[in-house]
């Protein structure tokens, strides 16, 4: 059964560096999302892609986020200068299409910045 | 208005019971209601969903309740095992994209 894939699994990085987080969607779909679980929290909403830009985003995602689809598979979140306060789960999800109801998570990638 | 509020924080239900989750929302834009199951160090799970125009949906042992009036819906697990100790989080589809999640409710069922 096709699934989202997410690496690395756990990244510790130091306050003020850069992350990327990367992601592999489910191959035919085309919305792709990132969401964040700061541990013990509800998941939260950061952006969604589609058509190679950002469809929308939430008050969290500022200017420190980026993300991009550099190639057909995979989609990345960016965080520059990262803060403590940005220690958390990070998911990716895909839905097939426009619209498409079904959002399918990825395992998520544990960051935690020191 | 983006709020979903959800209840209990935590349940215990014993094997073989009914497990019961609420969420309640405000607002009547939201036009998806999934709930997502998540074990521990993975992500959530899409386990069952509905839209407002249906009053119920079950798949398995899983039904989701909805009450469109009282802007409330409810997850009921019958017949609980110990397999279904997890945690369960409704959310609520706001525009084409964004999911709202409720805090989350960590249900354990006891042998």
């Known amino acids: 059964e096709p699934e989202v894939t997410q690496t690395p699994s756990h990244q510790v990085t130091q306050m003020g560096q850069e992350v990327i987080l990367r992601c592999v969607p489910i191959s035919n779909h085309l919305y792709f999302y990132w969401y964040r679980q700061i541990l013990g929290q509800k998941v939260e909403f950061l952006v969604s892609f589609y058509n190679n830009e950002i469809s929308e985003k939430s008050e969290i995602f500022d200017d420190q986020f980026s993300v991009e689809r550099p190639d057909g598979s995979n989609f990345t979140l960016k965080i520059r200068s990262t803060k403590l306060e940005d220690s958390a789960m990070y998911f990716c999800?895909?839905?097939?299409?426009?619209?498409?109801?079904?959002?399918?998570f990825g395992p998520g990638t544990r960051l935690t910045v020191t | 208005q983006q709020q979903v509020k959800q209840s209990p924080q935590s349940l215990i239900v014993q094997k073989g019971g009914i497990s019961i989750i609420n969420c309640a929302y405000e607002n009547t834009a939201f036009d998806y209601f999934p709930w997502y199951q998540q074990f521990p160090g993975k992500g959530p799970a899409l386990l069952i969903a509905i839209r407002p125009d249906v009053s119920e949906k079950k798949e398995g042992r899983f039904t989701i309740s909805f009450n469109k009036s009282a802007k409330q819906f409810s997850l009921h697990i019958m017949d609980s095992q110990p397999g279904d100790s997890a945690t369960y989080f409704c959310?609520?589809?706001?525009?084409?994209?964004?999911?709202?999640f409720g805090q989350g409710t960590r249900l354990t069922i006891n042998p």
């Open positions: 959310a609520a589809r706001w525009g084409a994209q964004k999911l709202v």
């Open positions: 999800a895909s839905s097939v299409r426009v619209g498409g109801l079904e959002q399918y």
